[in-house]
């Protein structure tokens, strides 16, 4: 493990895809998020903020009561009660306003006067900010509380009931958000995992016996060593309302595929006529740098009155700037021996945006983001957002570099090969065949990677969260697997500026993750941190994930 670890880590800081929340629940944490976290999961979560759009009329079918005129003038959840649940829990409710400062500023007055002993919150209910205080289970004590708060000066005092319990902290939604900086990481395989690395490569194994060289070999199966990077870079992306803007997000999709022959051959030699075959080279890599622009709104639909407590819908779209694109794939590559002689003969193409002169033509196009969000009552939470859809990058040039080669060695010619000078080096390469073409392929586009992401959440208490979202990548040029992914997370949440997030997921690329990590509120700021692993726990994982970001709330 320690030899391993440090540069796994190192290596996941340059290369990322998931935000630290994200990170910590395995990709759970898809129905809560806020502010410009949307741009990375569903625009639909920006519509918590701002007035909702009507379709057509509502009717409510049921038993109402009125408040008489006199209470009209209260900013109460409603003039109308619906009886349609048993009410538990009483509050009293000290102002409502759409001014959020105003209502801070009443609560600051009420705590310097009264203390904490009893629990108040500000909720944030459409567009109007509310200051309750108290979970009374007796009407007669939350009356009593309520005539003390009006012989206090707080005339506009009443009883609010509710078959919820009081939030734990303060629910209001914040109007504007923005990353600082954000670095994340994300580095899996197929094979490779830290028990073996340090007791086969640092644990001063003898590979001189066959049974320890077997041994050592048996991880890598017939399909060779697949290799996972993906990344991203965010600085100073935000959210402003209904709106999130990101600028500046370079991210790096990456996907290298190593045969099972090369390792013959590094620890069993060149064996005779035991033809080694290393067709199976490949490389996918992407880097491109989205412009991201979402927006969200809260929907009031007839048909779905009495269904959910609230419902958003939310669209975005990403202009893909290209920078590099890089495909190469090896056919007939193999190392042939014989008892005089050794012949190397393969092909390979190599397609990207760079020509022979190493000039680069960047690349552009656009993707679209889909999104539905609601709050079927406050305990649960669904989510259902469909990220880069049709997504590609038009390369307005491209080359296609075909190298074909053939070497052939004598035995002798090994022997003595060390000791050549440049005029015999210079004989011996003549005798290769090699062939290097170049074709301009013109305009070329490549598939962006897109994903379907069906996310749930379930307030288990006012400390338990329990999160979990099913995630599906799309058919694209930069992943050989896109099986759906099972992620299931949970927030602790007993302090409030320091909530703490787990969760594991099975599926996708890697198979089994997990992860694990925190947020620091500290006022307007907060820090978000999440580490995690691939195909395993700890001295099994076959990768790591690491990010964090600094984030402005206000």
């Known amino acids: ?81 619906v009886i349609d649940s048993l009410i538990n829990y009483y509050s009293v409710q000290l102002i409502a306003n759409a001014d959020r400062k105003m209502v801070k500023k009443v609560k600051k007055e009420y705590l310097a006067t009264f203390g904490r002993e009893i629990h108040a919150v500000i909720i944030t209910e459409e567009t109007m900010y509310k200051f309750r205080v108290g979970d009374f289970l007796s009407r007669d004590s939350v009356n009593l509380f309520r005539d003390s708060l009006i012989a206090s000066g707080y005339d506009d005092a009443w009883v609010v009931t509710s078959n919820q319990p009081l939030a734990l902290k303060d629910q209001v939604t ?72 990101s600028m500046f997000q370079p991210k790096i999709y990456s996907s290298l595929t190593l045969p099972k022959g090369i390792m013959d051959v590094l620890f069993n030699g060149l064996q005779f006529d035991q033809p080694q075959d290393l067709s199976d080279l490949s490389l996918n890599l992407l880097f491109a740098a989205p412009l991201s622009l979402s927006y969200g709104r809260q929907l009031e639909i007839p048909a779905l009155e009495g269904k959910v407590d609230k419902f958003y819908a939310g669209a975005g779209i990403n202009i893909l700037l290209g920078f590099t694109d890089v495909h190469i794939e090896s056919d007939n590559m193999q190392i ?24 680069i033509y960047f690349g552009n196009g656009f993707s679209i983001d889909f999104g539905v969000a609601a709050n079927i009552n406050p305990r649960v939470n669904i989510s259902l957002a469909m990220q880069n859809l049709l997504g590609s990058i038009t390369w307005p040039k491209t080359y296609s570099n075909f190298h074909e080669f053939a070497i052939s060695v004598s035995s002798d010619e090994l022997e003595d090969i060390s000791d050549y000078k440049s005029t015999e080096m210079d004989s011996l390469t003549e005798s290769f065949t090699i062939n290097d073409t170049t074709y301009d392929l013109g305009s070329r586009n490549t598939k962006y990677p897109g994903k379907i992401m069906l996310g749930g959440s379930y307030k288990i208490s006012n400390i338990f969260v329990f999160d979990i979202a099913l995630t599906q990548y799309l058919k694209n040029d ?44 500290l006022g307007g700021f907060q820090w978000n941190i999440g580490v995690g692993e691939n195909g395993g726990f700890f001295n099994n994982a076959k990768g790591v994930r690491f990010s964090t970001e600094f984030r402005l709330i206000f």
Do not use: C
């Not at 320690?2 to 898809?30: C, D, R």
């Not at 602790?492 to 997990?514: D, V």
């Open 478 to 521: 930069y992943f050989s697997q896109t099986d759906p992914k099972i992620s299931m997370g949970l927030e602790i949440a007993s302090l409030p500026k320091f909530p703490i997030y787990f969760g594991m997921s099975t599926g996708g690329l890697y198979g089994f993750t997990w992860g694990g990590g925190f947020s620091l509120n």
């Open 1 to 81: 493990m320690k030899y391993i670890y440090p540069s796994l880590i190192l290596f996941s800081i340059i290369f990322a895809q998931h935000n630290p929340i994200q990170t910590a629940t395995a990709g759970a944490y898809h129905a809560r998020s806020f502010g410009n976290h949307a741009i990375q999961n569903n625009p639909a979560l920006l519509g918590k903020f701002g007035e909702k759009i009507v379709f057509g009329s509502l009717e409510i079918d049921s038993l109402i009561i009125e408040f008489p005129d006199s209470l009209s003038t209260q900013e109460n959840d409603s003039n109308i009660i």
């Open 174 to 245: 914040p109007y504007f958000t923005m990353t600082i900086a954000s670095f994340e990481g994300d580095l899996g395989n197929n094979t490779l995992y830290p028990e073996w690395i340090n007791n086969q490569l640092f644990g001063g194994l003898d590979l001189r016996g066959s049974s320890e060289k077997e041994n050592f070999l048996s991880i890598f199966n017939s399909n060779g060593i697949d290799i996972n990077f993906q990344g991203s870079l965010n600085w100073l992306n935000f959210g402003m309302g209904n709106l999130a803007i």
């Open 336 to 359: 042939v021996t014989t008892s005089d002689s050794i012949f190397i003969n393969g092909k390979n193409s190599l397609i990207s945006n760079i020509d022979h002169d190493n000039n």
